[in-house]
């Protein structure tokens, strides 16, 4: 879980944007907002709230270097 959250902190904390692909295909774009254990609050043309058992793929616009230092 540790990578996971590091990668949304990182893009929540540099405001990148994001598209989320859903394991129905449908494709979500916008910038995370928060996320708890289950969920994924997106802002978007309107505020989502997406379940990440729902989620096959997230694609940021730009790299995220999740390297610590």
């Known amino acids: 879980m540790q990578l996971q959250e ?3 902190n990182k893009v929540i904390e540099e405001n ?3 598209s989320i692909y ?3 295909g449908i494709k979500l774009q916008g910038n995370i ?3 708890d254990q289950f969920v994924i609050v997106l ?3 309107a505020p989502q709230l997406i379940y990440k058992h729902s989620i096959s793929t997230i694609v940021p ?3 995220v270097s999740l390297s610590q230092s």
């Open 61 to 63: 616009s730009k790299k």
């Open 43 to 45: 802002n978007g043309q």
């Open 33 to 35: 907002h928060s996320f």
């Open 16 to 18: 990148i944007s994001v």
């Open 22 to 24: 859903l394991l129905n």
């Open 6 to 8: 590091n990668f949304l």
